[in-house]
């Protein structure tokens, strides 16, 4: 049985296209499955079209709808701030709502520059010694099998880890023809493949490992350059409509590839492209130590192939674990029976269950702000290494 919330809480929902349509589902969802310690109000959701935000508030259960995103973080009733806009408004908004006295959710990355997500890492912390608390979204940490993978490693289940290879393939700009979306623009999206969804492998090998990146060597690729309009181009740039007729620039990253060592002395491969045919939501990583190993595949999310090392060699091998049972796996004690999957949009609802818990327990959140400060100076230690012809190039230390 649910138990009576003591406290409601109101949300302004800033941006209302993908992940706010995600979004929108976890914040209906977490209260009747979880016991949440708040209950959260859909109070207002914002976006740049009056008339597509209004039908987005009606569609996915939003009190109101605005376009001034400035009147919403200074409202009386909202508490919370979902920032689901691009890259290029992130920091913005997010420092203005944490100077207003609100707890900020931000969907990753946590900007599209080193000196914008410093600046909101800064601000989140001067904001935390009031109270107040941020968190950036990476929703797949919080994939039962992936938070269940981090368990084993605490646990010392891998020993000392040596390898880890990790990856997100996706093949959905493979097409020439395929328009020049605002996720292909830097000036909007900050950078392509490897920030977009780079960014997520990055942030999932060093919180299953618990170690961070120290080098990188990279290199990345574009192999369309040009592509055409979409048929309602408001969002891009200038520069972007500056070539031959009806087509812009891609200034973006299709693909990255690099190697990196860890804090703790791995090594890790990555690969970030839409460019492989035939992969849809292909993230994937495997870590292998001294005393086993783990795979994992999120178009198999459910499930974790761990391989005990320790077991003599007749009994050697990857075994299949379904990570479903509700009483030893993370967060599944709300859903379903042992064997009856979950999907895609439970990460969200997971992610808002934490962001709600660690503000009522006053907590601080994670990943935090700094975590994806440090995640962007690994993207742009990258970008760099790049640029010098795949140089092994150290992560800075901004924080």
């Known amino acids: 049985m649910t138990q009576q919330k003591s406290e409601k809480i109101g949300i302004a929902m800033i941006g209302h296209a993908f992940m706010g349509r995600a979004h929108s589902q976890a914040w209906r969802t977490v209260g009747r499955v979880f016991d949440t310690p708040l209950e959260p109000v859909m109070q207002v959701v914002v976006g740049r079209d009056e008339q597509t935000t209004a039908d987005s508030a009606k569609k996915h259960g939003w009190a109101e709808s605005g376009t001034d995103w400035r009147e919403a973080v200074t409202r009386d009733d909202i508490s919370i701030v979902d920032i689901c806009t691009p890259g290029s408004s992130h920091s913005e908004i997010a420092v203005a709502a944490l100077a207003a006295g609100k707890h ?172 492989a045919s035939g992969s849809k939501n292909d993230l994937g990583f495997e870590i292998f130590g001294s005393k086993g190993s783990i795979k994992f595949n999120f178009e198999d999310m459910n499930v974790l192939y761990f391989h005990d090392h320790q077991l003599p060699p007749s009994e050697a091998g990857f075994r299949r674990i379904m990570v479903t049972e509700g009483d030893s796996h993370p967060y599944m004690s709300a859903w379903w029976p042992p064997g009856h999957i979950i999907g895609y949009e439970h990460t969200f609802t997971h992610e808002i269950l934490d962001f709600l818990t660690d503000i009522a327990n006053d907590h601080s959140p994670t990943p935090s702000f700094e975590d994806g400060l440090q995640i962007q100076l690994v993207l742009d230690a990258v970008i760099r290494s790049s640029a010098n012809n795949s140089q092994l190039t150290q992560v800075e230390r901004k924080i």
């Not at 997520?200 to 919180?207: A, E, F, G």
């Open 104 to 275: 900020v959710l931000c969907e990753k990355p946590l900007s599209n520059t080193i000196e914008e997500a410093l600046g909101m890492a800064q601000a989140a912390k001067k904001a935390a010694a009031q109270g107040i608390k941020s968190m950036v979204g990476f929703n797949y940490r919080r994939v039962p099998a992936i938070t269940f993978a981090r368990t084993l490693v605490e646990n010392g289940r891998l020993g000392e880890i040596y390898h880890i290879r990790a990856r997100y393939l996706q093949d959905w700009i493979v097409d020439p023809e395929f328009p020049l979306v605002w996720r292909l623009q830097k000036e909007i999206a900050g950078s392509g493949a490897l920030g977009d969804i780079g960014s997520h492998i990055v942030d999932l090998t060093q919180y299953v490992t618990g170690a961070r990146i120290e080098a990188v060597s990279g290199i990345l690729k574009t192999f369309i350059t040009e592509r055409p309009l979409p048929s309602h181009s408001s969002g891009l740039t200038a520069e972007s409509e500056g070539t031959s007729s009806g087509r812009g620039l891609v200034t973006v990253d299709d693909a990255a590839v690099f190697n990196a060592t860890f804090e703790n002395g791995a090594l890790g491969t990555f690969e970030a492209t839409r460019f």
